[in-house]
């Protein structure tokens, strides 16, 4: 089955450094998210991008967020000037077209901000 | 702003026996996904519920969508251990773009 591959799978960072988080979707899809699950709580949406430009982002993706898809096979989330409270499990997570189609998520990075 | 609601947010069972997962959400929606995530690990998708009266049938699990009643329900039947897990449904509303809106998740206990 065709998968979501993410990395790093764990990533420990000191408060204030800046973070890329990667992800290569499912090759022929053509919508891509990243979500956010901190550690017991639900999962949050935060940011989707389609058509290389972002099509919609939640109240958490302020300006210390970014994304880009540099290539036609990677999508990247930044965090910059880290926070501990970013602490969390990141998904990314993609979808061929968004009509009844399944979003498949991937295996999730980790991040632990000290 | 949607809410999405699940019930219970735990759940102890034992084996053999049969249990139902509700999901409520306050607006109309188009489209409703459960999923499944073992503990630090990613999420599974288990059903897409696209219609009013859907339901969808897994081995021991099956969903059903209420549209009017803003309800979705996953059922499970004759609970084995390997179904231990923590249980989430999603929600897309179209005209607030596709974001998933999920609950907070029915974490599932099987015990033997």
């Known amino acids: 089955e065709p998968e979501v591959t993410q990395t790093p799978s764990h990533q420990v960072t000191q408060m204030g450094q800046e973070v890329i988080l990667r992800c290569v979707p499912i090759?022929?899809?053509?919508?891509f998210y990243w979500y956010r699950q901190i550690l017991g709580q639900k999962v949050e949406f935060l940011v989707s991008?389609?058509?290389?430009?972002?099509?919609?982002k939640s109240e958490i993706f302020d300006d210390q967020f970014s994304v880009e898809r540099p290539d036609g096979s990677n999508f990247t989330l930044k965090i910059r000037s880290t926070k501990l409270e970013d602490s969390a499990m990141y998904f990314c997570?993609?979808?061929?077209?968004?009509?009844?189609?399944?979003?498949?998520f991937g295996e999730g990075s980790w991040l632990t901000v000290v | 702003e949607l809410k999405v609601e699940q019930n219970p947010l735990f759940l102890s069972m034992q084996e053999g026996k049969n249990y139902t997962i509700y999901c409520n959400y306050s607006?109309?929606?188009?489209?409703l996904y459960w999923y499944r995530q073992d503990p630090g690990k990613s999420l599974e998708s288990l059903f897409v519920?696209?219609?009013?009266?859907a339901v969808k049938q897994e081995g021991r699990l099956m969903a059903s969508l209420d549209t009017k009643a803003r309800l979705s329900t996953l059922h499970i039947t004759a609970a084995v251990h390997d179904l231990s897990a923590t249980y989430f449904c999603?929600?897309?509303?179209?005209?607030?773009?596709?974001?998933?809106?999920f609950g907070e998740g029915t974490q599932l206990t099987v015990n033997p």
């Open positions: 607006t109309t929606s188009d489209r």
């Open positions: 090759s022929n899809h053509l919508y």
């Open positions: 519920l696209l219609s009013n009266g």
């Open positions: 999603a929600v897309v509303v179209e005209t607030s773009g596709s974001r998933l809106t």
């Open positions: 991008f389609y058509n290389n430009e972002i099509s919609e």
């Open positions: 997570a993609s979808v061929y077209g968004y009509s009844g189609n399944t979003i498949y």
